[in-house]
């Protein structure tokens, strides 16, 4: 069972990744994770909107946890509130799940969603934003960039929106160029993130 639900995980990744998530029916991703059982997602995820919200979830629980260990770090060092380092907490891991596996799918998923109204986990309160628990040491970073910055709630909702876009849209797009044999204009590795920590400092800084 373990492994069916894997199996769909990923070719829902890939295939989303590739065709979003209106370019690819429960069908494709049922003959492409390899089941004869035309009614596995449904059985396994309760359909498309369980199975959109398992592929954010199960990666980005991830991301927390590396965001977790960085986060106790900084209080170590007595550098909890300091705003380029709470924001590298918040791109970093992101960035560095972009170069897992050849073609970072579930970055350019993340992009995919994000460009979906019905689906946008970073749009705030909708019928499929992650569940609090999911998102909550992210939550925590922002809270902290939000009073080290002194900016109410408009204008850090704003600010925070744009940085997110940026990060997202950076990462998936670097990812998709590298998997079409493009070579990108933008770096890679540390250098990204150097990138991303720099310009979302800035654009929360106004």
């Known amino acids: 069972m373990a492994d069916t639900r894997a199996q769909l ?16 029916s429960l069908r494709e991703i049922t003959e492409a ?20 919200r398992a592929l954010f979830e199960h990666r980005y629980r991830q991301l ?6 960085m986060l106790a770090d900084l209080d170590a060092a007595g550098r909890g509130h300091d705003v380029a380092a709470l924001v590298r907490v ?8 972009g170069t897992e596996g050849p073609e970072g799918y579930w970055v350019r998923f993340v992009a995919r969603l994000h460009e979906d109204a019905r689906f946008n986990p970073f749009a705030g309160e909708q019928p499929y934003a992650a569940g609090a628990d999911v998102t909550a040491v992210s939550r925590e970073v922002t809270v902290r960039i939000r009073r080290a910055l002194g900016l109410d709630g408009a204008v850090a909702d704003a600010r925070l929106y744009l940085v997110t876009t940026m990060a997202v849209h950076a990462v998936a797009d670097r990812q998709a160029m ?13 250098d990204l993130v150097d990138a991303l920590v720099e310009a979302a400092v800035a654009v929360l800084t106004g």
Do not use: K, T, W
């Open 9 to 24: 995980l990923a070719a829902a990744e890939r295939l989303y990744a590739e065709r979003g998530l209106d370019g690819v």
């Open 90 to 97: 918040l791109v970093a891991p992101f960035a560095e799940a």
């Open 64 to 69: 927390e946890a590396a965001r977790a260990g």
């Open 33 to 52: 994770a390899d089941q004869r059982n035309n009614a596995a997602v449904h059985y396994h995820f309760g359909g498309r909107d369980g199975l959109v």
């Open 178 to 190: 590298a998997a079409a044999g493009i070579v990108p204009r933008v770096p890679a590795g540390p």
